[in-house]
């Protein structure tokens, strides 16, 4: 099926720093989504992006849907560490609007 | 309080031994999905559901069956499970199909 590859894998930062992270396919998207996944838990809905070049933001999080259509970025500003998790980009593949596809994940860690 | 709601959360089980997972939704979505989360490998849909007695396969229904005979549920059956299914299942819901998913809290399953 298929891809969707994140990165970086993971990411070990100071609080208050900035956080930026992205996200490539090698076929175009029609959306792309942001989640993030906090430990025990299910993935929960942070960002939607529905238009090339739009640009979303929610709170401290602003995710940019890239103009080829084929990445997405999220980025985090002023990390706290309630910011912890594996922040997952997904979206549904060309003609398949059914079907989501995830990333791999980026884990996010933070050093008080 | 709108959800999903899994279970068990937890389960071990032995080789070839049937088992399934409940998945219930209380927010009248019509879509529902199975994924299962392996490290390395982000989140891989299993089965969706567009409706009542719709179903497809994602991209990993090797070993799985689902049924949609009541809106509200979607459980995920096992017939003969394999140590290769030790995995996280996540169950969602949607009503709108790949955008807005709401996830459960997960079933860690090991097959021993």
């Known amino acids: 099926g298929q891809q969707l590859n994140q990165s970086p894998q993971s990411m070990f930062i100071q609080e208050g720093e900035d956080v930026s992270m992205n996200c490539t396919s090698s076929?175009?998207?029609?959306?792309w989504l942001w989640y993030k996944q906090e430990p025990g838990e299910g993935p929960v809905l942070l960002i939607a992006?529905?238009?090339?070049?739009e640009l979303t933001s929610n709170g401290r999080l602003t995710a940019q849907f890239g103009i080829t259509r084929k990445d997405s970025f999220l980025n985090i500003s002023a990390s706290i560490p309630s910011d912890v998790g594996i922040y997952f980009c997904?979206?549904?593949?060309?003609?398949?609007?059914?079907?989501?596809?995830f990333g791999q994940g980026t884990r996010l860690t933070i050093n008080p | 309080e709108a959800q999903v709601t899994q279970n068990p959360r937890y389960l071990i089980t032995v080789t070839g031994k049937k088992l399934t997972v409940t998945c219930s939704q209380n927010?009248?979505?019509?879509?529902m999905s199975w994924y299962r989360q392996d490290p390395g490998l982000g989140l891989r849909q299993i089965y969706y559901s567009m409706n009542v007695e719709v179903t497809d396969k994602g991209d990993v229904p090797e070993g799985y069956k689902v049924s949609r005979k009541e809106k509200r549920n979607f459980p995920l059956i096992l017939e003969s499970p394999s140590p290769n299914q030790t995995s996280l299942y996540f169950c969602?819901?949607?009503?709108?199909?790949?955008?807005?998913?709401?996830f459960g809290s997960g079933t860690r399953l090991t097959v021993v």
């Open positions: 076929s175009i998207f029609n959306t």
């Open positions: 969602a819901s949607s009503l709108t199909g790949w955008a807005g998913y709401t």
């Open positions: 927010m009248n979505h019509e879509y």
């Open positions: 992006l529905y238009k090339a070049g």
């Open positions: 997904a979206g549904p593949p060309y003609g398949g609007a059914q079907k989501l596809v």
